[in-house]
Structures are given as C-alpha cells and as structure tokens.
C-alpha cells in the first residue's frame, strides 16, 4: 500500500497559479497509475487529471484541459498538479490517488478505478 500526503493548497486570486504535490511513501510508488480528484462543497468528487505508470500518458477533465498539467517524479516518489489560470469554480478540496491495478499504461478518470487516496488539500480561489 502507498501512503499519499497532498500539500500545496492555499487561497489565491483569480489568474494565479498553485502548484499541489503529493508525496508517497512506500517502495511502489512507480508501478501505479495516478490521478487528481476534487470535491467541491455539496457536489461529488469528479476527476481532474491522470498520470499513466510512467508518466509518458496524461489525461484531463474538459473543465481544466490547457489550464492545469499533472506530472510525476518517480526519482522522488512525488506526484505534481501544476494549475495555472486559477477560476473560481476550480476552489475545491484536492485528493491524490493511485490506481487499483499497477502497470496502468492508460489513465483513468473513472473513480472506481483508484482505491488509495490522500487526505486532501484545500484550494481556494477567489474573484
């Protein structure tokens, strides 16, 4: 199993860039597909972006596609969610996880998909 830590979150304005990281710990890191959720308040966890094993694949939510870039540094056991252009409907909770099944040379943005989970970071951004 692969402990995820997420750090990064703030309150910014509008325009702005945050960069989220999720640290893992744990010797499999490498071998898992990754994803970045979010759950805003009274809505449902949706996918944002995916990462394939070895970074080499990515995929986005429409909501976020040429705004925010999900990257990986399996060196450092660390997942990235580079987000530039912040909107106030991006402020949400922001959760890594890691995929079900390990070699996943596609990303997934189905949540069913990933059944390890850090404990979120908050993004705020206001107008």
């Known amino acids: 199993q692969v402990q995820l830590v997420e750090s990064g979150g703030g309150l910014v304005q509008a325009g702005y860039s945050l960069r989220l990281s999720c640290a893992a710990s744990?010797?499999?890191?490498?071998?898992?597909?990754m994803g970045w959720f979010r759950q805003a308040p009274g809505k449902e966890r949706e996918f944002v972006a995916g990462i394939s094993w070895t970074g080499r694949s990515t995929l986005y939510a429409d909501s976020v596609k040429g705004r925010f870039t999900i990257s990986r540094d399996n060196a450092k056991n660390t997942l990235y969610l580079q987000m530039n252009s912040l909107k106030p409907d991006d402020t949400a909770v922001y959760y890594c996880a890691s995929t079900r099944r390990t070699y996943s040379g596609s990303p997934s943005d189905r949540r069913e998909e990933y059944d390890n989970w850090g404990q979120g970071t908050q993004v705020t951004v206001s107008s």
């Open positions: 744990g010797r499999a890191f490498s071998i898992y597909g």
